[in-house]
């Protein structure tokens, strides 16, 4: 469900429905509460229930800030995978200029094959939360059977293989941690303490009574909606291959790899 939204709302629109929703049944929780027991108003547990709101905000501020600014890290970290793998492709194409050209034309194809396959067929996959290794075995398979076909004669060229075989190795390194990346998602306990937190902290505005109908309602309404986009937050950040916050496969367009795609395709995706 979150990366249907995720893929098929605009970040905005999500905002809108997700903190919008929250405020709604925060406030509406809230008017039935003060209906069901009308002396909240009075404010006779505001002493005790302040005391309690400030220790659980703080707390789920404490977590809340831990897992935004893992999701961060990861999101961050994930792009810099992403950019190191087309860096590494790039180079083995750079490596292997010195290679006789049926050798050279040999792994410019296995290159190619394989970065439309990164692009075309396991990015998608990885937006809708399905990624595979077997996507794009094949085609690291043959890009590696293009490299070893070639038995380089001088050290000149000893010396161009094995980078091209080094920076090989890199690619398939940085493509199984990028999958890695792409399968993980926020462990289930901190997931409930997130969400579940949440509940907590809007239920326990309930108690704290006002006497203006309206400033509690804009009390209530303020911590709802700081909620609310802290939780958008998470959700988007979870998903790096999601969303407008998307990892672009740009960088597999770009460089020595451009040469592979239409002259129309080298913009973002």
Same mark, same amino acid.
């Given at each position: 469900?979150?990366?249907?939204?995720?893929?098929?709302?605009?970040?905005?629109?999500?905002?809108?429905?997700?903190? $919008?929703?929250?405020?709604?049944?925060?406030?509406?929780?809230?008017?039935?509460?003060?209906?069901?027991?009308?002396?909240?108003?009075?404010?006779?547990?505001?002493?005790?229930? $302040?005391?309690?709101?400030?220790?659980? $905000?703080?707390?789920?501020?404490?977590?809340?800030?831990?897992?935004?600014?893992?999701?961060?890290?990861?999101?961050?970290?994930?792009?810099?995978? +992403?950019?190191?793998?087309?860096? &590494?492709?790039?180079?083995?194409?750079?490596?292997?200029?010195?290679?006789?050209?049926?050798?050279?034309?040999?792994?410019?194809?296995?290159?190619?094959?394989? +970065?439309?396959?990164?692009?075309?067929?396991?990015?998608?996959?990885?937006?809708?939360?399905?990624?595979?290794?077997?996507?794009?075995?094949?085609?690291?398979?043959?890009?590696? &059977?293009?490299?070893?076909?070639? &038995?380089?004669?001088?050290?000149?060229?000893?010396?161009?293989?094995?980078?091209?075989?080094?920076?090989?190795?890199?690619?398939?390194?940085?493509?199984?941690?990028?999958?890695?990346?792409?399968?993980?998602?926020?462990?289930?306990?901190?997931?409930?303490?997130?969400? $579940?937190?949440?509940?907590?902290?809007?239920?326990?505005?309930?108690?704290?009574?006002?006497?203006?109908?309206?400033?509690?309602?804009?009390?209530?309404?303020?911590?709802?909606?700081?909620?609310?986009?802290?939780?958008?937050?998470?959700?988007?950040?979870?998903?790096?291959?999601?969303?407008?916050?998307? +990892?672009?496969?740009?960088?597999?367009?770009?460089?020595?790899?451009?040469?592979?795609?239409?002259?129309?395709?080298?913009?973002?995706?």
């Amino acid at each position: 469900m979150a990366l249907w939204l995720l893929n098929h709302l605009s970040t905005f629109v999500l905002a809108l429905l997700m903190v $919008g929703s929250i405020v709604l049944v925060a406030v509406g929780g809230s008017a039935l509460a003060r209906r069901r027991f009308p002396r909240l108003a009075e404010g006779e547990h505001n002493e005790m229930v $302040g005391v309690v709101l400030g220790m659980f $905000g703080a707390i789920y501020g404490i977590i809340l800030a831990f897992v935004v600014v893992n999701l961060w890290t990861q999101l961050d970290h994930t792009q810099t995978v +992403v950019f190191q793998e087309a860096t &590494d492709v790039s180079l083995v194409v750079r490596s292997t200029r010195s290679f006789p050209p049926a050798e050279r034309a040999r792994v410019d194809k296995a290159v190619s094959e394989y +970065v439309h396959a990164v692009v075309e067929v396991q990015w998608p996959r990885m937006r809708d939360g399905r990624p595979s290794f077997a996507t794009t075995s094949k085609q690291v398979d043959e890009m590696y &059977d293009a490299v070893e076909a070639y &038995d380089p004669p001088t050290a000149r060229d000893q010396a161009f293989y094995g980078e091209a075989v080094t920076r090989l190795n890199d690619a398939a390194a940085m493509r199984r941690e990028r999958i890695n990346i792409a399968r993980n998602e926020l462990p289930v306990l901190l997931q409930v303490l997130v969400y $579940g937190g949440a509940v907590v902290i809007i239920l326990l505005t309930f108690l704290y009574g006002l006497r203006s109908l309206r400033m509690q309602f804009l009390f209530v309404a303020s911590v709802a909606g700081l909620i609310g986009f802290s939780l958008l937050l998470v959700l988007v950040l979870d998903r790096p291959f999601a969303g407008d916050l998307t +990892v672009s496969p740009q960088p597999f367009k770009e460089s020595s790899l451009s040469r592979f795609w239409p002259q129309g395709a080298l913009g973002p995706p």
